[in-house]
């Protein structure tokens, strides 16, 4: 591992790995709080916010993306919220119907506009270029001390690493809310918490982190992330503190084995070419899900303590 | 000239509440209406819960017991009416509540434990960053102690009894320090022995002054527990100390048929030896 | 404009007729079985089964190249796929009743990872190919331009067997919707009968792979279910509705791409569907945004009233603005918040209903009366006038308190 790892790996992988643990940290509060599938809805409405965006701005430079992507996921949000209460739907058919629309739609404007001479495509929204985001300029593990190298990271990394870095320090700042709002909401606002906006902002915040990860990796890693290992971490223990630790180890460690395997794991077995890692990072952690639900020390519920004394 | 529909109206010879709420009560509403959809579950109710107190909010299921004292905390939205909290609007007078929701109210299987539990009432004097000092950590354990469940402080919620998981609601509760206790059927579902020690606690809470508002749904130990009695059924039945509010009329009054005369008579009886 | 009224009669091609009929086929079975997700409050498991059938796609044409076949065959593409949707249902069943996580939870975890597995199969084809385009990547999205003269037969008899499938089902599946304790006290076994109906979800989407993709048919699924609960209360009814939306949606979904150019099928048909949705919820007479606005507004107004009233006739003065707005614009007080004569009528009148009301709950004390006291029930719709001319004799005759006469 030496030059090549740092030139075609390295980065790839840490951009793996903070989309992972990005998508990871908002997930534990969704499953807690009974909407794992709002990131499943997220990830969808980034397609028609990416062309709306393109359709406005004439470019696929990121950022305008990226804004375009996280205004989607926002309307998203608020018309699902919308459907629920005026329609008096529930939640999982508000979201079906809300996220399924807007990606019809998205399609349909994509298909309209001319957009085939720019690299703008379906598959590219949903499989990410992971494998793509190499480091040319580095010539080793010493031009990670080179300015002239580190200057031509690839600008996902950057990216990528500062939402991690918000969406890390915004879970520690409102830790207690998140917490005392997910176990017992009566009792949150009954303190003063707003636990309205608090459930509103941790929506907010897993689309941001959807839409920073898609722009690398694609939306299977992040409907995979979202989920798999804050599910798995919960069943490995009974403590939120030490779940979250759990599924952060469990993110990363879906990014980097899901990457190796992506990228090696066919040349072991005599093929050419590798395959999706995006898609390979998905299939690890549902793997280390699975494995979870079989071995983990606290899978089962607790039913008898339940029953009055 | 005689207008019959004024003449009518001088029947009216029920003692009217003060108008405005009293600054002294720990907590009073005036014209509280709350609905869900387009059927009041609570309508123009009127009430004025005496400081240093036990006091019980009484009626059948459906009668929007709970929704009362949620919509007195501010917990869901009121259609109309005021609340004061000893005086104020209920905003500025949080630190001064504490609240023990329905124990069925929340997932149990949350990844908690008990002492975790105990430690979200202290978030009002933590604050959101605040560290959670040793003494604050020894303050929730001194309240799991007088609920007697000290030696459970590291137990998993979901492990615990139904009386065991009031216990800890109770000394969230009291790990709060307030002087007003609001708390949303106590008593259902527990065994002998937590309802006797939640409720020493809460005599011990009215002795050393504070006030205890609870709803409470068995007749037969309300006058054994509480000293004042605000009886509801959508609308306000019967309000005062336990001895005049809580009586055969109001009972009739508040339950309807629901009630048969014998068992109100029973609980009358009764009343005296809890 | 004529090519597609050309599309709407069936009248642009042999191909595109077949692929009209079975999307409308398709809708109306799609609609059905997704009323049925949606009564039994599931509606996502259709997403979860979607997204499974991609590494069924996948290992399929593997499979079918391996063995020297042709690996497009669709017929073999799609059983392929029944095959991983299955077995993404089983393990969504598996990890719901075996631990700790709830089903949400488990449906977007095989969501996620079946999805991730069928790209990395994909990305296998590709490179197997070399090159050559395997064409599976329609299956994200449906498309049914330039399509074999067999698919659009696959997709016109699978539309029909969905339909009739739907139909042999449909007692079960309505009894087990509108009450599962009732249906199992009557002997019905639900476990079986959830499995059925998931195997026609499962029927459904694995047809409309090809026509809408694995994304999109979850609306087909889930939209005209919603849309029809804004016209109707009655499960029965539900499912044949939807099914009617959806039938619709599929047909004039499909006719209108083939007439247009860039009108990719898939996400028309959802747009239509989308359409009525929104239609519905706004201007469906009772469960509709409009009507529930307006009628929220009547009622929080009538609730204001009569507590203004009741303050009135009490003698208390009234605090809340919004109640001194209404009863001023009523000319029931004055602007300095004074009782105007109609509004010293009407407060008596309101307090003369407490009054039965109470001499009501005295007589007559039975547990419907109680709820029906809530402050806004006139005592008129509860008791004939011969009862309530009863409680005005009990009242006795009017005395004048405060000793002004």
């Known amino acids: 591992m030496g030059a090549e790892f740092v030139q075609f790996s390295l980065t790839p992988i840490l951009i793996g790995m903070f989309a992972a643990i990005a998508c990871a940290l908002p997930g534990n509060f969704l499953i807690l709080r009974r909407q794992a599938l709002i990131g499943d809805a997220i990830s969808h409405v980034v397609l028609p916010g990416i062309v709306v965006a393109f359709l406005l701005t004439g470019t696929v430079a990121a950022i305008p993306m990226m804004i375009g992507a996280a205004a989607a996921a926002i309307v998203a949000v608020i018309l699902i919220e919308a459907v629920r209460r005026l329609g008096r739907i529930e939640p999982g058919a508000a979201m079906g119907v809300v996220f399924t629309t807007l990606f019809a739609a998205g399609v349909l404007l994509l298909e309209q506009s001319d957009t085939s001479a720019v690299h703008l495509d379906v598959e590219h929204a949903l499989m990410g270029n992971l494998e793509s985001l190499i480091w040319l300029r580095a010539t080793g593990w010493e031009s990670l001390l080179d300015p002239a190298a580190l200057a031509a990271l690839p600008p996902e990394l950057g990216r990528m690493a500062v939402v991690c870095a918000l969406i890390v320090a915004l879970t520690a700042i409102f830790w207690r809310w998140l917490k005392i709002a997910t176990f017992d909401e009566g009792f949150a606002q009954a303190l003063g918490i707003p636990a309205a906006g608090l459930g509103f902002g941790l929506v907010v915040t897993a689309a941001i982190a959807a839409v920073a990860a898609f722009d690398a990796v694609g939306s299977i890693i992040v409907i995979a992330m979202f989920i798999c290992p804050p599910a798995a971490a919960r069943l490995m223990t009974n403590r939120l503190e030490v779940q979250v630790l759990w599924s952060v180890a469990f993110a990363a460690l879906s990014a980097v084995l899901g990457y190796v395997l992506a990228g090696y794991g066919p040349l072991w077995f005599g093929a050419a070419n590798a395959v999706s890692a995006a898609g390979m990072i998905a299939t690890v952690s549902g793997v280390i899900l699975g494995l979870a639900c079989l071995y983990a020390p606290h899978r089962a519920r607790i039913g008898a303590a339940r029953e009055d004394a | ?274 | 404009m004529s090519a597609i009224l050309d599309a709407l009669l069936l009248g642009a091609g042999y191909n595109a007729a077949l692929v009209a009929l079975g999307a409308g086929l398709l809708g109306v079975a799609a609609g059905a079985s997704g009323s049925f997700l949606f009564l039994r409050k599931r509606a996502l498991i259709s997403d979860a089964v979607a997204h499974a059938t991609l590494p069924g796609v996948g290992l399929a044409f593997i499979v079918m190249v391996a063995l020297g076949g042709d690996g497009r065959n669709l017929l073999g593409l799609l059983l392929g796929s029944a095959l991983s949707a299955g077995a993404g249902l089983l393990l969504i069943e598996w990890i719901a009743r075996r631990t700790r996580l709830p089903e949400d939870a488990a449906i977007g975890a095989v969501l996620g990872t079946f999805f991730g597995l069928g790209i990395v199969l994909l990305t296998v084809i590709q490179s197997l190919s070399a090159g050559r385009q395997a064409g599976l990547e329609g299956f994200l999205l449906g498309s049914t331009a330039g399509m074999l003269r067999a698919d659009a037969l696959v997709i016109a008899v699978g539309g029909t067997l969905a339909v009739a499938l739907t139909w042999l089902m449909r007692r079960p599946m309505t009894l087990v919707a509108f009450d599962a304790d009732y249906a199992a006290a009557l002997g019905y076994d639900i476990r079986r009968i959830d499995l059925a109906m998931m195997a026609l979800v499962m029927a459904v989407t694995v047809i409309g792979l090809k026509v809408v993709g694995l994304i999109l048919i979850v609306a087909m699924l889930i939209i005209p279910a919603v849309t029809a609960r804004f016209w109707t209360d009655r499960s029965g009814r539900l499912i044949w509705i939807a099914g009617g939306l959806g039938g619709v949606s599929g047909y004039l979904g499909a006719a209108l791409s083939s007439a247009a150019p860039n009108m990719p099928t898939g996400p028309i048909i959802v747009l239509v569907a989308a359409g009525m949705f929104t239609l519905s919820l706004f201007l469906a007479p009772v469960r509709g945004v409009a009507a529930a606005l307006l009628r929220r507004r009547r009622f929080q107004a009538r609730v204001h009233r009569r507590q203004g009233l009741l303050a009135l006739a009490h003698g208390e003065p009234i605090r809340e603005p919004y109640t001194l707005r209404l009863l001023t614009r009523q000319g029931l007080i004055r602007p300095d918040g004074v009782a105007t004569e109609a509004g010293r009528a009407q407060a008596a009148r309101v307090l003369r209903d407490e009054h039965r009301w109470a001499k009501a709950r005295e007589v007559h004390q039975d547990a419907g009366l109680s709820g029906r006291y809530d402050g806004l029930t006139p005592i008129e719709e509860v008791f004939t006038p011969d009862e309530i001319a009863e409680f005005d004799r009990r009242l006795g005759p009017p005395v004048i308190v405060g000793g002004a006469a």
């Not at chain 2, 529909?5 to 003692?15: K, N, P, T, V």
């Not at chain 2, 000290?150 to 002087?179: C, E, K, M, N, Y």
């Open chain 2, 1 to 274: 000239m005689h207008r019959p529909d004024l003449a009518i109206a001088a029947h009216d010879g029920q003692a009217l509440p003060t108008d405005t709420c009293p600054a002294d009560s720990p907590l009073a509403v005036r014209g509280l209406t709350v609905s869900y959809g387009e059927k009041p579950a609570v309508f123009s109710v009127d009430a004025t819960f005496p400081a240093r107190a036990m006091s019980a909010i009484i009626g059948p299921n459906g009668a929007g017991k709970s929704t009362f004292l949620k919509a007195a905390l501010g917990v869901v939205p009121r259609l109309s009416g005021e609340v004061r909290v000893f005086g104020t609007p209920i905003e500025k007078a949080r630190d001064r509540i504490a609240y023990v929701p329905q124990r069925a109210s929340v997932d149990w299987d949350f990844p908690a434990t008990v002492l975790d539990v105990v430690q979200m009432g202290l978030y009002r004097r933590v604050g959101l960053l605040g560290r959670m000092s040793g003494r604050m950590r020894a303050l929730a354990l001194d309240c799991l102690g007088r609920v007697g469940m000290a030696d459970f402080a590291h137990r998993q919620i979901g492990q615990l009894s139904g009386g065991q998981q009031q216990r800890v609601f109770l000394a969230r509760a009291l790990a709060q320090d307030a002087d007003l206790y609001l708390l949303d059927e106590p008593f259902a579902g527990v065994d002998a022995a937590t309802e006797r020690a939640i409720i020493d606690v809460l005599k011990g809470l009215r002795d050393a002054g504070k006030s205890v508002v609870a709803v409470h749904h068995d007749l037969s130990t309300v006058r054994g527990y509480f000293d004042h009695a605000f009886l509801i059924n959508v609308r306000r039945m019967a309000e005062g100390p336990v001895e005049t509010a809580f009586t055969a009329e109001t009972l009739h009054a508040t339950y309807g048929g629901r009630l048969a005369t014998t068992q109100i008579d029973e609980v009358m009886l009764s009343g005296g030896a809890a």
